[in-house]
Each structure stands twice: as structure tokens, then as C-alpha cells.
């Protein structure tokens, strides 16, 4: 794949695999594929469901100022915060140029960092480390604990997280999630699903208290490895955060698209 195609394809993967986790969530949720808005908004309290991103490839910056502008209208009319995902492979290069400037002035505030990345690296081989099992998520305490790593790892409260996973069967039945335990103790996770012929990897998260141990490295190895598996899939994309960025190379992944961040300024 070209460099531009790979961004298309991580573009598209977040809004394939969103629109089954935000349905999931909440039937009614806001599911729409505008004109170079792909809208993905369960608006819950749990704000990575909450999710806008742009889809046009080769956007110039009069087109992206438009579309943060809209972006940014659609965000304020919701009840509860969630972010714009930006990739900036699909921009071209004057629109890149003026990014900071075009959301400045659309009421978008920068958040935080991402890498889109992907490989042809399945399947892989069931993981072993001294230090974890792995338990595959199918009961609500199971979720509970998936839901409150993904808060302590995140830095929100634990009843947001709850409130996106808690009672979901899809969790439970349609995805590869696993919990690393420490002996009893859950402390780290990570999810593989399904999304148009891929293997998408999310939510992956490590307690804080037991990071730099490769327990997040291990869980997903296992997640990817089970969701192989059952699939028989070969490619696998996921977007990293800057604490996941090393560790994904280290399993195959290949970093395509920077992806920026940004919420609605207060």
C-alpha cells in the first residue's frame, strides 16, 4: 500500500469499527457518514465514543477550514465532550500548513497525539510471559475490570468508563478481549475485532502501577493472536497514543498517519 492508502484505510477502520461500538452502546447513537465527516457519537460519559473524524483524501485548506467548522458546530450541540480525530495524511500540503490555525479559529483546542498503523503480520504466536494470564472478557466483572483500566490508564473518572463498557454483549461475544492478570489482579488489556477484512486492535491499557513490564505488549500479542485465530485474517491496523507508539513495531505494526486530536474549546 502507498502511504496515502494507508491512511484512506486508517481513516476508514475507525469509522467501521466505531460504528459497531458506539450501535452497541446505544442504538439511537449519532451514526452518520456526512460529506467529509464521518460522525461516530454514542454521547456517553465515556468520550472515546464520542467521536467525530474527517474522511476526504487530498483536502486542501479552504475545504478544511470548512469542515472544522462543521466539526466543531456538530460537537457543541452534543451533551457530552468527546474528540475530532484528525488524520494528517489526508491533507494536503498547504492544508497541513495551516491546521493550527484553521481549528484555532474554528474553537478546537488540541488534545493529544496519535499514530495510525497497520501490517500484514498475523498471525501471531500465543503469547507467554513469567508474570501474566490471560482471561478472555465475557462476564460483567470481567468488563467492570476492563472498563476501570481503561480509566486508570486514561486519567477519568471510573464511572465513565463504566458507563461506555458495563452491559455490553458485544464486548463480551463479538470481540478478542483480554485481561492480563497478575495472579488475581487485573493489569493490563487489549481488544481485537473484526472491521471490513481486518483485524482492528483497540483499547488497549496498562495500570499505571505495573507499566514498562511488557504486560501491554503481551496482552495484545494475545488478543491479536486469538482474533487471528478465529478470523483467519492476515492485516491488522490500530491508532496508537504516544505511550503505545514503541511497542507496536516491536509485534509488526508499520506507522502510517500522524492523527491529532482535538475537543471543543470551553
Known amino acids: 500500500m502507498t502511504g496515502r492508502t494507508e491512511t484512506i484505510e486508517s481513516a476508514e477502520q475507525l469509522a467501521v469499527a466505531w460504528r459497531a461500538l458506539v450501535l452497541d452502546r446505544d442504538a439511537d447513537a449519532d451514526v452518520r457518514d456526512l460529506p467529509g465527516i464521518a460522525v461516530r457519537w454514542a454521547d456517553c ?20 477550514a470548512e469542515r472544522l467548522v462543521q466539526a466543531a458546530d456538530l460537537m457543541r450541540a452534543k451533551k457530552h ?25 474554528a474553537g478546537l483546542q488540541y488534545a493529544f497525539p496519535g499514530t495510525g498503523m497497520a501490517g500484514d503480520l498475523l498471525p501471531v504466536p500465543d503469547p507467554v510471559h513469567p508474570d501474566l494470564t490471560f482471561v478472555r ?18 486519567g477519568f473518572p471510573v464511572e465513565e468508563g463504566r458507563d461506555g463498557l458495563l452491559g455490553s454483549a458485544y464486548w463480551k461475544n463479538e470481540m478478542y478481549a483480554y485481561l492480563g492478570m497478575r495472579g488475581d489482579v487485573p493489569v493490563a ?20 502501577r ?9 496482552v495484545t500479542r494475545k488478543a491479536l493472536h486469538e ?4 478470523t483467519g485474517l492476515t492485516r491488522a491496523t490500530l491508532h ?27
Do not use: M
Request: with cysteine.
Open 81 to 105: 465532550p468527546g474528540l475530532l480525530w484528525l488524520f494528517e495524511d489526508l491533507l494536503d500540503d498547504e492544508a497541513r500548513a495551516s491546521l493550527a490555525t484553521a481549528a484555532d479559529r
Open 189 to 208: 488489556c487489549a481488544a481485537t475485532v473484526e472491521a471490513r477484512g481486518r483485524l482492528f486492535v483497540a483499547f488497549v491499557a496498562t495500570d499505571p
Open 210 to 218: 505495573w507499566q514498562r513490564k511488557g504486560y501491554g505488549e503481551a
Open 45 to 64: 460519559r465515556f468520550s472515546f465514543y464520542n467521536c467525530l473524524t474527517l474522511t476526504e483524501p487530498g483536502a486542501g485548506a479552504g475545504l478544511l
Open 240 to 266: 496508537a497514543t504516544v505511550a503505545g507508539a514503541p511497542v507496536y513495531p516491536r509485534i509488526g505494526f508499520v506507522p502510517n498517519s500522524p492523527i491529532h486530536f482535538y475537543s471543543v474549546k470551553e
Open 137 to 154: 472478557v465475557s462476564t460483567e466483572d470481567h468488563l467492570r475490570a476492563y472498563a476501570d483500566l481503561q480509566s486508570r490508564a486514561y
Open 227 to 230: 482474533g487471528a485465530r478465529a
